[in-house]
């Protein structure tokens, strides 16, 4: 089982950037790819960013691609996303997500969720 807690939302100016933490309890991280997903509201959840287990393969929506960064670091048992040149359509709670499938866009395919962290990007 694992057990997810992100950390490092808050408010920031258009052009700004954000670095979001997700620490995962349990010794079996590593065996996960992780995903980052984000909900506006009044909106459906919608996929951000993926990596597999190994870290080598990065996936990412056509709307963050050259703007946000993911890692992760199985030592520490975390995955990061980097955010520069915040936009306010990049508004939204972000959730982390654990998955046994990499790279998949489909939110019914990740296991485990955290409780997301708010990140409000303003004019």
């Known amino acids: 089982q694992v057990q997810l807690v992100e950390s490092g939302g808050g408010l920031v100016q258009v052009g700004g950037s954000l670095r979001l933490s997700c620490v995962a309890s349990?010794?079996?991280?590593?065996?996960?790819?992780m995903g980052w997903f984000r909900q506006a509201p009044e909106k459906e959840r919608e996929f951000v960013t993926a990596?597999?287990?190994?870290?080598?393969?990065?996936y990412y929506a056509d709307s963050v691609k050259g703007r946000f960064t993911i890692s992760r670091d199985n030592a520490k048992n975390t995955v990061y996303l980097q955010m520069n040149s915040l936009k306010t359509e990049d508004t939204a709670v972000y959730y982390c997500?654990?998955?046994?499938?990499?790279?998949?866009?489909?939110?019914?395919?990740?296991?485990?969720w955290g409780q997301g962290t708010q990140v409000t990007v303003s004019s």
């Open positions: 997500a654990a998955s046994k499938v990499a790279g998949t866009k489909d939110v019914d395919e990740y296991d485990y």
């Open positions: 349990g010794r079996t991280f590593s065996r996960y790819a």
């Open positions: 990596i597999s287990w190994s870290g080598r393969n990065l």
